[in-house]
């Protein structure tokens, strides 16, 4: 037998017999060499952790939760991180797919874009691969989602600039198709906000800057932002157009990402519970893989709202 016949079946390449295969596995066996991943028939104790970039400190947070509870499950997590330009979504499902994960967990993804290519998604469906959603996804891709209450936090942050006297309340959140985003601005607008004073953008310091820039030339006193990272966007726009924050405009984040109590003013935010929503994402996961009936269905998580010192009575 030709060392490229072996190759091709240790690779899990075309073009060997069935009965050549079977050969060298078994002599795999018998000499006492282990099989490689793909062909034991069994999935490796890996779970996939795909992120977007770590530019938000929540994400980083969140993957040490996760992985650590998976660490006590007797998993390893695999990190993969999108960049603009770099490896994609799909690309790592495949990736994964490869290696013979277990599971894969997925945070801030195309799943919660609504005009996002989402058949990355249905290929884990059909090989059955256990996933879950962290953060409200678009309907029909029956995975289970474990997730912070978007409505709630949006209820949080109008009632408390209400209660300090603002009226005139701006919104910035993320793009229009951010299913997140799109369940907080129907709260807003449930509430009374105003839908002219909502501005929408890419998650990031400028993208809150850029937006947060058109809702100060409206002369709004308050402006709740869909990220800690839009806020402080929103902050530093506020200062460059020579006001102040939290005296001439109070600022809201979401997530209450690490040292968002370090910076100046210390930043009033909603805190996502990421503690808990970790365990259970890793709770979910591991029922699925232990062949238990997981519905797929949307665990809801209460916020709490963090006061600091960017949010103050409105000036009269």
């Known amino acids: 037998m030709s060392e490229a016949t072996v190759s091709r079946v240790l690779n899990g390449k075309p073009g060997v017999s069935e009965a050549t295969r079977e050969a ?3 002599a795999l066996d018998v000499l006492g060499y282990e099989r490689p991943t793909q062909l034991r028939g069994d999935r490796a104790r ?90 409200a996804a678009v309907e029909h891709l029956d995975f289970p989602q474990v997730s912070c209450d ?19 309340i701006g919104m910035v959140l993320g793009p229009k198709d951010h299913i997140p ?38 002369e709004v006193t308050g402006v709740i932002c869909a990220s800690d990272l839009l806020a402080l966007g929103t902050v530093r726009a506020t200062r460059r157009a020579g006001l ?17 109590n370090c910076t100046e003013p210390p930043l009033t935010t909603v805190r996502q519970p990421i503690d808990a929503m970790g365990r259970a994402v890793v709770d979910l996961l591991v029922a699925q893989i232990d062949k238990a009936v997981v519905p797929a269905d949307e665990l809801l998580f209460e916020p709490e709202l963090v006061v600091r010192a960017s949010t103050a009575r409105v000036r009269s």
């Open 24 to 26: 060298v596995l078994t």
């Open 46 to 135: 890996l779970v996939g952790l795909v992120l977007p970039e770590l530019q938000n400190p929540i994400f980083p947070a969140f993957a040490e939760v996760v992985g650590g509870a998976l660490a006590q499950q007797g998993f390893t997590s695999v990190l993969c991180t999108r960049t603009v330009g770099g490896v994609s979504e799909a690309d790592y499902v495949d990736l994964l797919l490869q290696q013979q994960v277990s599971g894969v967990v997925f945070a801030g993804g195309l799943y919660a874009q609504a005009d996002a290519a989402h058949g990355h998604y249905r290929l884990l469906h059909e090989r059955k691969l256990p996933a879950v959603l962290v953060n």
């Open 150 to 168: 978007d409505a709630v936090a949006a209820e949080m942050a109008l009632a408390h600039l209400r209660a300090l006297g603002h009226e005139r």
């Open 181 to 218: 985003s799109r369940r907080k601005l129907e709260t807003f607008v449930a509430g009374g906000g105003d839908p002219e004073l909502v501005e929408h953008t890419m998650f990031s310091l400028e993208g809150g800057h850029a937006a947060a820039a058109r809702l100060v030339r409206r």
């Open 244 to 260: 102040s924050v939290p005296g001439d405009v109070s600022v809201i984040g979401f997530d209450d990402s690490a040292l968002m």
